[in-house]
C-alpha cells in the first residue's frame, strides 16, 4: 500500500479555496474551509456542497448480477426496481459487518454497489471471491466516478436550476441519469446529513466544473462548501452510523439494531445466513446492548471509547461523540445494556478522564428534518 494519500478530481479546487485537508481512509479530503459549526448550519437552514470522490463505486454486471448481490449480501436486492436503491450490509461468514452500503440498480442486469472508503478494496475483494460460479462481472470503478452531494432544505431548487430531470419524481432512495449544468450524471437522492439532498455521480473530468456551477447557482440561498467534519456531526444528530464507529466486524446487525436489513425470506443462502439466525435468536432472547442517544448536562465532549457508566459500574461504552451545533450541547451515540437504554433513564454517566459527567439517554435520532 501506497503512504501517499490519493487525491479527488477537485483536490486543487480545495486547497484554492482554503480547506483545511486531512488524510481520510487514505484520500487526502477537506476537513473543513473554514468553520465547521457555520458549514453545519448552513446544511440544516440553507444548502452545503460535499466532495464524496473518496466514496467506493462497485459495478455489478451480468445475468446473474442480482443472483451474486443476494448471496454476497444480506439484504434482498431481488426486490430492487430499477432506478431505486437500497442501504443494505455485507456481513463475514461469522455474521461481522464487513460494511455497511448503498447499492443502485442502474439497469436490468447493472448495480452499482457504493461502499465506505476505508472499505471499499475489502468489499471489492469480498464481491469478486464471493463471484465464483456466478455469471457475473465484479468492477472496479473507484476511478470512474467523481461523486459531489449538496445537502439541505435549498438544495432541490438549486439542482432545479441546472438540470430538466425530474426531481420531484426522485423518491428518496432512488436514482436516475440526467444532465447537471451540461453533466452528465447520475442524480441520486440518498444522502447522510438528515436533511433532503442529492448525489451526483459523474466523470471525474467534469467534477470542478460541476462543482463550480452548483457554487454559483446556489450562492444566492447561502450554499458554502462543507468538509468531512461537520458531515460527521450532521450524521451524528441524525442518528446515522459510522462504519468503524457504531458498525464493525465484532458485531453483527442485529446487535447494532439493524437487523431490519438482514433478509432471511430471500432464496437461497447468503454468506453469514446460519450466523445471522442465530444472531436473531440472541437478540430476540436477550437484547444485547442497544445503541441510544445521550445528551450532556455540561460542557464536556464524550469521544468514541469512552465508558459509560451507571451506579459505579460500567454499563456502556460511547461510539461517537461531539458537539451538537443544533442542539448547543455535547451529544453522544452510545451502545448501552438493555437495563439503562430507556429513553430517560436518569444516573448514567460518561467517564470523561476519570469524571463522571451526568447524561440523559434520549431516543435517536437527536435531530429530525419537518417534511
Not at 446473474?64 to 444480506?74: F, G, H, R, T
Amino acid at each position: 500500500m501506497s503512504s501517499t494519500p490519493r487525491l479527488t478530481s477537485l483536490d486543487a479546487l480545495h486547497r484554492s479555496l482554503g480547506a483545511t485537508m486531512t488524510d481520510f481512509a487514505g484520500w487526502d479530503m477537506p476537513l473543513r474551509y473554514a468553520s465547521e459549526r457555520d458549514e453545519h448550519n448552513a446544511v440544516r437552514t440553507r444548502a452545503g456542497l460535499f466532495d464524496l470522490s473518496h466514496m467506493g463505486e462497485i459495478t455489478v454486471t451480468g445475468p446473474q448480477a442480482v443472483d451474486l448481490l443476494n448471496y454476497a449480501l444480506v439484504g434482498n436486492i431481488g426486490t430492487v426496481g430499477a432506478g431505486r436503491a437500497r442501504y443494505t450490509m455485507i456481513c463475514q461468514e461469522d455474521g461481522g459487518i464487513l460494511d455497511d452500503l448503498i447499492v443502485y440498480r442502474l439497469a436490468d442486469q447493472e448495480y452499482m454497489v457504493v461502499a465506505n472508503a476505508g472499505n471499499a478494496q475489502t468489499v471489492l475483494d469480498a464481491l469478486t471471491a464471493r463471484a465464483e460460479g456466478f455469471d457475473a462481472e465484479v468492477r472496479d470503478d473507484r476511478d470512474a466516478y467523481a461523486l459531489l452531494a449538496v445537502q439541505g432544505p435549498e438544495s432541490p431548487g438549486i439542482l432545479k436550476s441546472l438540470t430538466d430531470a425530474d426531481l420531484d419524481g426522485l423518491k428518496y432512495y432512488a436514482g436516475l441519469p440526467g444532465t447537471v449544468a451540461g453533466v452528465p450524471a447520475l442524480i441520486a437522492r440518498t444522502g447522510y446529513t438528515g436533511e433532503d439532498g442529492f448525489e451526483l455521480f459523474v466523470d471525474p473530468s467534469d467534477g470542478e466544473k460541476l462543482w463550480q456551477a452548483l457554487t454559483e447557482a446556489g450562492a444566492a440561498v447561502g450554499l458554502v462548501p462543507c468538509g468531512l467534519s461537520c458531515r460527521d456531526t450532521l450524521r451524528l444528530e441524525a442518528g446515522m452510523p459510522l462504519y468503524g464507529h457504531e458498525l464493525t466486524t465484532a458485531l453483527t446487525p442485529f446487535d447494532a439494531g439493524l437487523g431490519r436489513v438482514v433478509k432471511f425470506e430471500k432464496e437461497g443462502d447468503f454468506v453469514g445466513r446460519t450466523s445471522l439466525e442465530a444472531a436473531a435468536e440472541r437478540a430476540a432472547a436477550a437484547p444485547p446492548r442497544k445503541l441510544v442517544g445521550l445528551i450532556a448536562s455540561g460542557r464536556r465532549v464524550p469521544r468514541a471509547g469512552y465508558p459509560v457508566v451507571a451506579d459505579g459500574q460500567v454499563v456502556g461504552e460511547v461510539t461517537s461523540g461531539a458537539p451538537s451545533p443544533t442542539l448547543g450541547k455535547p451529544i453522544a451515540i452510545a451502545y448501552v445494556d438493555a437495563a439503562h437504554a430507556e429513553p430517560g433513564t436518569s444516573g448514567v454517566a460518561v467517564d470523561i478522564r476519570g469524571t463522571h459527567e451526568p447524561y440523559e439517554v434520549v431516543a435517536l435520532p437527536f435531530y429530525k428534518r419537518q417534511k
